[in-house]
């Protein structure tokens, strides 16, 4: 059995963070998404971000939600087909009304960026070259 991976973020706004997240080339999953969530398609049958209004949120949560614009939660990394693909998504979050919290990291193998979405979760993407990889 192959695993798939549902991270689960709690929203301000759902319909807000639907249009942010549309807006750098995600899709959603209707049969799994309502007025109280939306699934979104992160890599298509593997991964999947639930964005989940916070009194959905909420009602799953063991502890209360903090609020990302003050403390990090968690850091979403995503992999990316190249760096021009990385610059794109940072380009299209901050066209969104994402904010960029530093600078592009180049380490030759791989380079990386990231953004924070409009609730303040942080979001890093990556480009691994496999050929120049060290050994």
């Not at 850091?75 to 919290?101: I, T």
Request: charged residues 20%; hydrophobic residues 45%; aromatic residues 12%.
């Amino acid at each position: 059995m192959s695993r798939q991976i549902f991270v689960n973020l709690p929203v301000k706004q759902l319909d807000r963070s639907l249009a942010f997240f549309r807006a750098l080339g995600f899709e959603f999953n209707a049969q799994f998404s309502n007025d109280e969530g939306a699934c979104m398609v992160v890599a298509d049958g593997h991964n999947y971000v639930m964005l989940l209004a916070e009194a959905k949120f909420a009602g799953f949560a063991p502890n209360p939600i903090s609020d990302a614009h003050k403390a990090t939660e968690v850091l979403v990394c995503l992999s990316c087909a190249s760096r021009a693909e990385v610059d794109e998504m940072v380009a299209k979050a901050l066209a969104n009304g994402g904010r960029n919290y530093k600078d592009p990291i180049d380490y030759g193998f791989m380079y990386g960026h990231g953004f924070q979405d409009l609730d303040g979760h942080v979001w890093e993407l990556f480009y691994m070259d496999p050929a120049a990889v060290p050994g």
